[in-house]
């Protein structure tokens, strides 16, 4: 090995480390002082590892009652909003990959919504719900609603290679056979999609799980769990709050472990063949 | 049973391709083939008949009754696509009984049947078993199981055997045609196989451009070719084909100035393309044959017998013999005047004898 390829195995191993630092260390950090007694948190100079152990913000979190209602919020938000998003984007995407009008309007009307500021839509939104009767409402469904419109360019791309990849023969075999187009769609193209649709579902549970801005504005009092993670935060509470981010992270924590190779699979596919 | 009229259908692509103004007649328990090159319009057709593709103009009628796509049109047909188009996330019974299912058909008759429709179709696998765990001919039982469940009138088979192996095509192939025979069902059979095409039907259509070259038997396409199109795309080895001149005053026919002995037909052009099958050319001597002389330039083994490539002065010319022959010898081969097919080289049609 000569020097120059030295210096660059050098070169990447630095950047790597630096990658991985930058990612790690935050999280090292929350989960430190989620385990640090309040007065520790603060002293000066900072302590890399804390000196006292103590489970008391755990138990604060789970002590309390709105906390409770909010992951039970948060989770039924979530779940709700990735399965309108699903089918919603299950039918878009399946538009896109059977007709060239449908896609050139789809991408293009996906890709304008990806781009679009979303607090330009947040007032209008926020009254069209508060006229519908369901703002602040302490089921969510609001913003179910809401998330669940800004989740559909998501569930679209996502499932719009694996429509593409169904051959038409099938689609028109199910037609001839006696088949209806919903029927089609339902009992041939998303059975056959269902590892896209499930990686579909779990990007928009995601998506949901973590928005911070709509829920802040159209949850006020009803909340879900980042906005109450805010005002946690805002309020000094910063063993608490270190606890309830580290919570939140067990979903994606699952996802990543049990449907990773998966996830990798159907996130990539057909880009290449 | 019905008859199937297809009337002065027309349906044309950007791309220039399309079937343009054809009828035909498919009767009842008939086995017919739409056969020609790739591109002529024949999945088209097969497609329009479907219900798949609407027409630009003309109309198909089943039994009477008008209107391809239309509900009524739909449940007197079934199609087996070229790649069987099995839906893979079902079972293979689930495969076979979806047409029941979504007709709402009890349980106990469903079972009945599935079971029924797999045995005319000779399927022996499991029927718990996935398609993707069968081989092709397998499938290709699956498609058809399912196409017959229903007890459509007519079946529509779109190159379904194309993408197996040529043994199982063969097998398959006879048992198509008792299958057709047992069931008394309508086939309309596409291929670009001109052997499947002679081995499977009653009545063959051969198509060229979105337009029927010819219509009839096997034996009368093989024997009776009434274009030079028909003549080149049916038969194999394929048939050769010569200029010849004309003699002054009424005389017959010469190639390259060797006197082929043929009467030209009154009032044909000056110049007119002779075709011979090779396997009309034979090596046994005979009074009523003509004999040409050619040139063996090599031979290929058939199995059966030998192709032979020659020269006729300078003319290719192809000749299936049963004995072996050494490239380089001259050899004398003789044809039946009978057998030989005239067209005219302007129009590609048949002018005799």
């Known amino acids: 090995m000569n020097i120059r390829s030295r210096a660059l195995a050098a070169a990447r191993f630095a950047l790597s480390a630096f990658v991985i630092v930058a990612a790690v260390l935050p999280l090292y950090l929350l989960a430190k002082q989620s385990v640090t007694p309040e007065l520790e948190t603060f002293a000066w100079p900072p302590h890399w590892t804390p000196h006292h152990l103590t489970l008391a913000h755990f138990i604060s979190v789970f002590e309390v009652n709105e906390l409770r209602s909010a992951v039970l919020r948060s989770l039924g938000v979530a779940a709700v909003s990735a399965a309108i998003a699903t089918l919603l984007g299950a039918m878009l995407a399946h538009a896109m990959a059977r007709s060239s009008i449908a896609q050139r309007i789809g991408l293009s009307t996906v890709s304008g919504i990806r781009l679009l500021p979303m607090i330009a839509v947040a007032i209008p939104l926020g009254i069209i719900l508060a006229t519908v009767g369901i703002y602040d409402s302490p089921s969510g469904i609001g913003l179910a609603i809401v998330h669940a419109a800004i989740a559909i360019p998501t569930a679209a791309l996502t499932l719009y290679a694996a429509f593409a990849a169904i051959p038409l023969e099938i689609e028109e075999a199910a037609w001839i056979d006696g088949a209806s187009p919903i029927r089609i769609f339902l009992t041939i193209d998303l059975p056959m999609a269902r590892a896209s649709i499930a990686t579909a579902l779990i990007l928009c549970f995601i998506l949901s799980w973590d928005e911070f801005g709509f829920a802040l504005l159209v949850q006020q009092t009803n909340r879900t769990l980042p906005p109450l993670l805010y005002y946690y935060t805002v309020f000094g509470n910063v063993g608490p709050a270190s606890a309830l981010a580290l919570l939140m992270m067990i979903p994606a924590v699952c996802v990543v472990v049990a449907l990773g190779p998966a996830l990798r699979g159907t996130l990539t596919a057909g880009s290449s063949r | 049973m019905a008859d199937l009229v297809v009337r002065n259908l027309t349906r044309s692509f950007p791309s220039g391709g399309g079937v343009f103004d054809i009828s035909l007649t498919?009767?009842?328990?008939?086995?017919?083939?739409?056969?020609?090159?790739?591109?002529?319009?024949?999945?088209?057709?097969?497609?329009?008949?479907?219900?798949?593709?609407?027409?630009?103009?003309?109309?198909?009628?089943?039994?009477?009754?008008?209107?391809?796509?239309?509900?009524?049109?739909?449940?007197?047909?079934?199609?087996?696509?070229?790649?069987?188009?099995?839906?893979?996330?079902?079972?293979?019974?689930?495969?076979?009984?979806?047409?029941?299912?979504?007709?709402?058909?009890?349980?106990?008759?469903?079972?009945?049947?599935?079971?029924?429709?797999?045995?005319?179709?000779?399927?022996?696998?499991?029927?718990?078993?996935?398609?993707?765990?069968?081989?092709?001919?397998?499938?290709?039982?699956?498609?058809?199981?399912?196409?017959?469940?229903?007890?459509?009138?007519?079946?529509?088979?779109?190159?379904?055997?194309?993408?197996?192996?040529?043994?199982?095509?063969?097998?398959?192939?006879?048992?198509?045609?008792?299958?057709?025979?047992?069931?008394?069902?309508?086939?309309?059979?596409?291929?670009?196989?001109?052997?499947?095409?002679?081995?499977?039907?009653?009545?063959?259509?051969?198509?060229?451009?979105?337009?029927?070259?010819?219509?009839?038997?096997?034996?009368?396409?093989?024997?009776?070719?009434?274009?030079?199109?028909?003549?080149?795309?049916?038969?194999?080895?394929?048939?050769?084909?010569?200029?010849?001149?004309?003699?002054?005053?009424?005389?017959?026919?010469?190639?390259?100035?060797?006197?082929?002995?043929?009467?030209?037909?009154?009032?044909?052009?000056?110049?007119?393309?002779?075709?011979?099958?090779?396997?009309?050319?034979?090596?046994?001597?005979?009074?009523?044959?003509?004999?040409?002389?050619?040139?063996?330039?090599?031979?290929?083994?058939?199995?059966?017998?030998?192709?032979?490539?020659?020269?006729?002065?300078?003319?290719?010319?192809?000749a299936e013999v049963s004995r072996r022959v050494e490239a380089g010898a001259h050899l004398t081969l003789f044809f039946d005047t009978a057998r030989v097919h005239l067209f005219d080289p302007s129009t590609g049609r048949r002018v005799g004898p």
Do not use: W
């Not at chain 2, 008759?109 to 993707?132: C, I, M, N």
């Not at chain 2, 039982?141 to 469940?149: D, E, G, I, K, P």
């Open chain 2, 26 to 318: 498919v009767q009842s328990g008939e086995f017919v083939v739409l056969l020609g090159p790739s591109g002529c319009g024949k999945t088209t057709l097969l497609r329009m008949i479907a219900g798949l593709e609407s027409p630009d103009s003309g109309e198909i009628q089943i039994g009477g009754g008008n209107g391809a796509g239309k509900a009524a049109h739909r449940e007197s047909i079934a199609m087996v696509f070229q790649n069987f188009a099995l839906y893979p996330h079902m079972t293979v019974f689930q495969n076979i009984s979806f047409p029941l299912r979504l007709r709402r058909v009890a349980r106990e008759e469903v079972e009945r049947r599935v079971r029924e429709s797999a045995a005319k179709a000779g399927l022996t696998v499991d029927l718990k078993r996935y398609p993707r765990e069968l081989s092709g001919g397998e499938r290709q039982r699956v498609a058809l199981a399912r196409a017959l469940v229903r007890e459509p009138e007519i079946i529509l088979m779109d190159e379904a055997l194309a993408s197996l192996d040529a043994q199982l095509r063969s097998s398959l192939r006879l048992e198509l045609k008792d299958f057709q025979r047992r069931t008394g069902r309508t086939f309309v059979y596409v291929t670009h196989d001109q052997v499947e095409a002679l081995a499977l039907a009653d009545r063959l259509v051969v198509m060229r451009k979105g337009r029927v070259e010819q219509v009839g038997g096997p034996q009368e396409i093989f024997d009776r070719p009434q274009s030079e199109f028909v003549a080149a795309f049916v038969g194999n080895p394929p048939m050769n084909f010569f200029v010849a001149k004309r003699a002054p005053n009424g005389g017959s026919l010469t190639v390259d100035g060797i006197d082929f002995k043929i009467r030209p037909p009154e009032r044909s052009p000056a110049e007119i393309k002779v075709g011979i099958r090779p396997n009309d050319l034979s090596m046994e001597a005979d009074e009523r044959r003509v004999a040409i002389e050619v040139v063996v330039e090599s031979v290929e083994f058939s199995g059966a017998t030998y192709v032979v490539y020659a020269k006729l002065g300078h003319t290719s010319i192809r």
